[in-house]
């Protein structure tokens, strides 16, 4: 699990910043040639969104442990300890669960991309395949989050007291 975590935290999240740091350093040198030398590139737009949805997906789980997830809790502050415990665990699992579903859709669809050999709109020409990778990677570090989550929660098995 040390191994995961470390790839998670220090590797993955390293390279989602490389690649938000690319694409805000891509705009500025799209917007710079557009104001200035009155040109523009082809691959600008594929460039910034491609890199962006990467750098976002990889984020997930990592933003899933730093807590920087939308938690609704209007009803769950209210409940018991014993209630908020299950429901987390309920939540978690949910989670899980769906996290789960996308990488296996999202692994079909990148197949399905890769034989029919879909690429790009622009001059790049990237396989569409690759680019939507982003997504099963994504959610398998989500998924990853919401496993741990749910590990938490039963190793904080003292805490049921009233």
Known sequence: MRLIEFIQDKVVASIAVVLFMFSCLWMLVEAISRQFFHKSYSISEEVIVFSLI?????????SGKE????????????????????????????GFLFACFIVYVG????????NTGITSQSALKLPMGYVYLAVPIGMLFFALYYLQAILKEFT?????KE
Not at 156 to 160: E, P, V
């Open 54 to 62: 990467w750098a976002i997906f990889l984020t997930l789980g990592q």
């Open 107 to 114: 692994i079909n669809y990148i197949q399905h991309l890769l």
């Open 67 to 94: 807590g920087n997830h939308i938690f609704v809790d209007l009803f769950v502050n209210r409940l018991k300890i014993r209630f908020k415990k299950v429901t987390s665990i309920l939540t978690y699992l949910i």
């Open 156 to 160: 904080k098995g003292s805490d049921l």
